[in-house]
């Protein structure tokens, strides 16, 4: 009879739990919460008028948030909680923190600032309402990537975004502030922070890049990027040159890159054009008997 318990036993522990979830399911989501934290800090150093930590901050929430995915899908920890969740970290990473960052370092107007660059209090609230503009075009593009994803969508597509991505447009709308950053760091370019941090050309980048964010533009996707075998060599020894440069001067190359990521929104619509040109092309044939 014993044997028989014994055999019983450990046939019940066997089973599986409903009500208990494996810690594997918790650590994608943990990540999510700790690129909220960093994006969250981020608004508090801004506000301090510690932008060069601000923008620390902002690194970290980056890479978090292109961590906490790869890691749910390689854990096989993927749910709608997590997908949820990284919306709304999304939104507060690079949306509000970079809306509030740029406002901070526009106008002056932080804890402690004894120099105020904008004492105008009427151009006080363009420079708010063209952050909040930029933080709402960031809230729209979120959320029409999440209806997307339960809608068909045409094969050209696969290769490209719709608008710019909340990432790179956090990157491009800061751009300004990390040349500056870079160049004064170096003393290379006195002038360039009269020139970046102006107001009006403030404003505009706000406004600029959050219409991108919020447009259908075609942007590059490099998820699905791929690399003809031919130029491997090439490609190679340009990322070997980029990773150097991040060594040699890391603020000064993230802002050439976020020029260069600008500079790819209307080499990708003329891509996209051509791919969507072939496609419909090839269909046009099919139908024809």
Same mark, same amino acid.
């Given at each position: ?12 522990? /066997?089973? *599986? ?6 810690? %594997? ?6 990540? $999510?919460?700790?690129? @909220?934290?960093? +994006?969250? $800090? ?9 932008? =060069? ?19 749910? /899908? ?26 509030? !960052?740029? !406002? ?9 600032? +004894?120099?105020?660059? =904008?004492?105008? *209090?009427?151009? =006080?609230? =363009?420079?708010?309402?063209? @952050? ?28 490209? !975004?719709?608008?710019?991505? &909340? *990432? +790179? ?8 502030? #990390?040349?500056?950053? &870079? ?18 050309? +403030? ?30 060599? @090439? ?7 980029? #990773? ?8 000064? $190359? ?16 003329? @891509? !996209? ?7 419909? %092309?090839?269909?046009?044939?099919? #139908?024809?008997?």
């Amino acid at each position: 009879m014993g044997r028989f318990r014994l055999r019983g036993r450990s046939r019940r522990s /066997r089973e *599986p739990r409903a009500d208990r979830v494996p810690f %594997r399911a918790l650590v994608p989501n943990l990540v $999510t919460s700790m690129a @909220a934290c960093a +994006g969250i $800090t981020s608004i508090s150093l801004s506000s301090e008028g510690r932008f =060069v930590h601000a923008l620390v901050a902002l690194l970290v929430a980056c890479v978090c948030d292109g961590m906490d995915g790869r890691i749910a /899908r390689l854990l096989h920890a993927s749910s709608k909680l997590g997908a949820e969740l990284d919306s709304l970290a999304d939104f507060v990473n690079f949306g509000v923190a970079p809306a509030m !960052f740029m !406002f901070f370092w526009l106008t002056g107007r932080y804890f402690g600032s +004894g120099d105020v660059l =904008v004492s105008d *209090p009427r151009l =006080v609230r =363009v420079i708010l309402g063209c @952050a909040l503009f930029y933080a709402m075009c960031d809230c729209f593009r979120l959320a029409r990537f999440n209806t997307m994803l339960e809608q068909p969508s045409q094969p050209y597509w696969k290769h490209f !975004f719709t608008g710019v991505p &909340a *990432p +790179g447009g956090c990157w491009m709308v800061l751009t300004p502030a #990390i040349l500056t950053t &870079a160049f004064d760091a170096k003393d290379l370019c006195p002038g360039m922070r009269v020139l970046f941090q102006n107001p009006f050309f +403030g404003m505009f980048m706000l406004l600029f890049v959050g219409s991108l964010m919020a447009s259908r533009l075609p942007t590059i996707s490099l998820k699905s990027l791929r690399v003809p075998r031919q130029h491997m060599l @090439a490609v190679y020894a340009g990322l070997l040159l980029l #990773i150097s440069a991040f060594f040699a001067n890391f603020w000064m $190359t993230m802002g050439f890159l976020g020029v260069g990521y600008l500079m790819t929104v209307p080499v990708t619509c003329w @891509a !996209f054009a051509r791919v969507r040109a072939r496609y419909c %092309r090839d269909a046009n044939q099919q #139908i024809r008997p």
